[in-house]
Structures are given as structure tokens and as C-alpha cells.
């Protein structure tokens, strides 16, 4: 069972950037779909983005396309979410998630079966 630690959250203004970091635990990860989620209080979780495998497909969610790009590096079991001209609405907790196998071209929760603790990301 993979396991998911995320990490590079915290406190940025309105405009900055971060990049969040997910370290996966398994082999072999360069045949998942790799996600990024986010879930503010009181609101349900939303899919971010999501990365093929191999990286050569992304995905993104309306709110967030263009300023956020996903990527990975396999070789390093890692996933990164560079996040530019962050707004307060971004604020959230952010989840990595594994999916085995392809993406869907959708970002749906239910379709991934492996997630970290999360990563907290407050704009103000």
C-alpha cells in the first residue's frame, strides 16, 4: 500500500507562490496517476490537478489553471504543484492522491485509492 507524505505548505501572501512536494513510499509508482486535492473548511474536497504517469498528460481545475502546474519526477518517487498568484481562495488543506494506472481526465476523489495527511496552504 503506497503511502503519501506531503509537505511545502504555510503562510504566503496574496500573489506569492509555493510549491508543494509529495514523497511516495513505493516502487513502481511510474504507472500511477498522481493527484493533487484541496479542501477548504466547511466546503468539499476539490480536485486540483492530476499528472499521467509517464507526466506526458496534466490536468487542471478551472480555478486554478494557469497559475498552478503539476509535475513529477519518478526516478525521485515525487510529485511536485508549483502554485503562482496564490489568492485567498486557495486557501485549503492539499492532499496528494495515487491512482493505479492511467488518469481519467477527470478530477474525482473517487477514483484515487492512496492519500497523504495533507498540507496546509493559507493566502492572505
Known amino acids: 500500500h503506497v503511502q503519501l507524505v506531503e509537505s511545502g505548505g504555510g503562510l504566503v501572501q496574496v500573489g506569492g507562490s509555493l510549491r508543494l512536494s509529495c514523497a511516495a513510499s513505493?516502487?513502481?509508482?511510474?504507472?500511477?496517476?498522481m493527484g493533487w486535492f484541496r479542501q477548504a473548511p466547511g466546503k468539499e474536497r476539490e480536485g486540483v490537478a492530476a499528472?499521467?504517469?509517464?507526466?506526458?498528460?496534466?490536468y487542471y481545475g478551472k480555478p486554478v489553471k494557469g497559475r498552478f502546474t503539476i509535475s513529477r519526477d519518478n526516478a525521485e518517487k515525487t510529485v511536485y504543484l508549483q502554485m503562482n498568484s496564490l489568492k485567498p481562495e486557495d486557501t485549503a488543506m492539499y492532499y496528494c492522491?495515487?491512482?493505479?494506472?492511467?488518469?481519467?481526465?477527470?478530477?474525482?476523489?473517487?477514483?484515487?485509492?492512496?492519500w497523504g495527511q495533507g498540507t496546509q496552504v493559507t493566502v492572505s
Open positions: 499528472i499521467s504517469p509517464g507526466g506526458q498528460l496534466t
Open positions: 513505493e516502487r513502481g509508482l511510474n504507472r500511477n496517476c
Open positions: 492522491a495515487s491512482r493505479k494506472w492511467g488518469c481519467t481526465g477527470e478530477l474525482r476523489a473517487e477514483d484515487y485509492s492512496a
